[in-house]
């Protein structure tokens, strides 16, 4: 495997590249252009993607762990069974995108525009989604377990077989949302609510 440390690519012009197990710890990818970046089994320790653009890049089983999304565009780019562990995104164009089998622990999404994307059978342990847009999203069989959901929008999202604790369940905003019966009943008893 390649490994990078501490490199310098802020402002670099790199459309279309192909990055095969390749790895970078502490590398500054600002403002640099990786339109259609493709990468397979790469990982991105602590890397900070501030305004790069990442427009239709493609991503199998990379690791973006700990790194740093500001105002990052990534229309039409697409991860695939990828890790965002403890990623932060601020501000960032995320529409449309596709995620697949993406672990998504610990990350950070506060106030991002995630309406109407299917997120099904993904893992948000732990992810604060604080006034996050979920509205009309798939959320079905999702493991939201301890993630912040305060004031995150879920109206008419799908949770059913989601995993949400009671603290989410008190504050997200979840008007209209469909879930399953299992839901139903935490939803009961995270308001204190007794079920017989």
């Known amino acids: 495997m390649v490994e990078e440390v501490g490199e310098d690519y802020a402002d ?27 990468t397979t089994g790469c990982t991105f320790t602590r890397c900070d993607f501030t305004r790069t653009d990442l427009g239709e890049s493609k991503h199998q089983a990379t690791a973006f762990r700990q790194c740093t999304f500001d105002r990052t565009v990534l229309t039409r780019s697409s991860f695939n069974s990828c890790s965002l562990m403890g990623s932060n995104f601020v501000d960032c164009v995320l529409r449309p995108v596709t995620f697949t089998e993406v672990d998504f622990t610990l990350a950070s999404f506060v106030k991002a525009p995630l309406y109407d994307l299917k997120l099904g059978g993904q893992r948000f342990r732990e992810t604060n989604l604080s006034e996050a847009d979920l509205r009309n999203t798939d959320l079905s069989q999702a493991d939201l ?32 949302a469909l879930i399953d019966i ?15």
């Open 12 to 38: 670099a012009n790199m459309p279309s590249q192909h990055w095969e197990k390749r790895s970078f710890t502490d590398c500054d990818f600002t403002e640099a252009d990786l339109r259609e970046l493709v």
């Open 182 to 196: 299992d839901t139903a009943i935490a939803f009961a008893a995270a308001y204190g609510l007794v079920v017989s």
């Open 145 to 176: 377990m301890g993630a912040r959901l305060l004031d995150a929008k879920l109206d008419g999202a799908d949770l059913r077989g989601a995993k949400i604790d009671a603290n989410g369940l008190r504050q997200a905003k979840l008007a209209g």
